[in-house]
């Protein structure tokens, strides 16, 4: 599939001007302008400057709105779009997990999988997305379209207990937009064994993990061995037999008595049956967390404790997939999650929210060296949203925009979207 709205990109230097530059990692600065060069960020200042430092180098003059760098959708299930219709009312948890399970043991063909992806990826990107870290549940189906799609990719091999016999534990692919990780999807789903297969993996190459965790109260009365939906509704559904595992308090605690926390680098995503205590814990130890708000309450399993994760580094905002949620829109993902922080952080709201959307969305899947703000030396991965959706908090502007706002998506200097009006001469 060709990439979506990808163009060619002006050979050389190439500056980008704004009237607003949101570097994240430092203030925002008006007037500004992004000197890219063979796919970096090379400089950043007032365009004033630029100009002069940089006589003759070709420049697109975006106008009015914000640079920032581009979003970053962490977490989601391109490869489930087709279940979206499909789905019916349900209760709780277990509820959903029995539709879901149902309808893939149905069956569905390898082409609507193919059109869920292809749609997602174009969903995604007009919604200023420059990277994603995709679960890939089919053999790898979504590989190709996502390594022809123009955008940084993440993609976690998603390892049950049904599937390990047939799962590579040792080779991962890697390439300049493109990286491999394996992702054992859940406590509940992976026996102890799996776990510690996925853990002597990253021993030996030191490539992140990935993991479901603390979703649902259900997946917390698993791990303490009481009674749950997971091992009396959904086990039977799949003839799954109750395996043995240790005890403990919670899944954060199961996880770390797995030897899957300290000392190594895994991506957690969801993150909601997790007290404040234990989130304190996780921030020392500079843990990796992926939000996925509007798929929390879609499901029904509650909120995560957001005012101690607006204190982390690596703190990340997904999707999910269509399976739990009612688009791919990330601008509307963003927007859930400043509510969630507006009563617990106050005016920080908006900063956290734009952070997890980019730079604490690098840190969540380890790329913060390489994208995640705008700085010398990073990746030129950038968006620009026309008129700022006129807020005068930059970063407001950016939480209340929308895909109609997005002028211009780069990813490692290439521009792969742009709406035409923003410069039409290039």
């Not at 989601?76 to 948890?93: A, K, V």
């Not at 479901?212 to 003839?239: M, Q, T, W």
């Not at 797995?258 to 680098?265: C, I, Q, S, Y």
């Not at 990796?288 to 879609?298: D, E, Q, T, Y």
């Amino acid at each position: 599939m060709p990439a979506p709205g990808k163009f060619e990109l002006i050979m050389g230097k190439l500056l980008l001007s704004a009237e607003t530059v949101l570097p994240v990692s430092s203030k925002p600065l008006s007037s500004s302008s992004v000197l890219v060069s063979r796919g970096k960020i090379r400089d950043i200042g007032k365009t004033s400057a630029l100009r002069k430092r940089y006589k003759g180098v070709s420049e697109i003059d975006l106008g009015k709105g914000i640079l920032l760098p581009g979003l970053i959708n962490a977490h989601t299930h391109l490869e489930l779009g087709w279940i979206f219709d499909r789905l019916r009312s349900f209760r709780g948890f277990t509820g959903w997990l029995s539709q879901i399970v149902k309808e893939k043991r149905n069956g569905v063909p390898d082409c609507d999988i193919v059109r869920s992806v292809e749609e997602g990826i174009n969903t995604v990107i007009r919604s200023g997305v420059t990277t994603v870290g995709e679960i890939s549940s089919y053999g790898g189906i979504d590989k190709p379209l996502l390594k022809n799609s123009g955008l940084r990719t993440v993609l976690f091999r998603e390892i049950l207990d049904s599937n390990e016999g047939n799962t590579d534990f040792s080779a991962l692919e890697k390439s300049a937009l493109f990286e491999e990780r394996l992702f054992p999807h859940s406590p509940y789903s992976c026996s102890p064994g799996v776990l510690k297969k996925a853990l002597r993996s990253y021993r030996r190459n030191g490539v992140p993990l990935g993991i479901h965790l603390a979703e649902s109260a259900d997946e917390s009365g698993f791990v303490r061995g009481e009674g749950n939906g997971i091992e009396e509704k959904i086990f039977p559904l799949i003839g799954k037999a109750p395996f043995k595992r240790p005890r403990a308090d919670s899944p954060v605690a199961y996880l770390r008595d797995a030897g899957l926390l300290e000392g190594t680098r895994v991506t957690l995503i969801h993150m909601v049956q997790v007290s404040d205590e234990e989130a304190g814990e996780l921030r020392e130890e500079d843990a990796a967390l992926v939000l996925c708000p509007r798929s929390n309450f879609f499901l029904q399993v509650g909120s995560p404790p957001v005012k101690e994760y607006a204190k982390f580094n690596r703190i990340g905002i997904g999707t999910d997939g269509l399976s739990s949620n009612y688009n791919l829109d990330f601008f509307e993902e963003m927007r859930f999650l400043h509510m969630l922080l507006s009563g617990h952080v106050g005016q920080r709201a908006a900063f956290v929210t734009v952070y997890a959307a980019t730079l604490g969305g690098a840190g969540a899947l380890y790329l913060e060296d390489r994208i995640g703000s705008i700085a010398p030396g990073k990746e030129a991965d950038l968006l620009f949203i026309k008129k700022g959706a006129g807020a005068d908090d930059p970063y407001l502007s950016v939480i209340s925009s929308t895909a109609r706002d997005v002028g211009m998506v780069m990813v490692g200097g290439e521009i792969i979207h742009r709406a035409l009006e923003t410069y039409p001469g290039v």
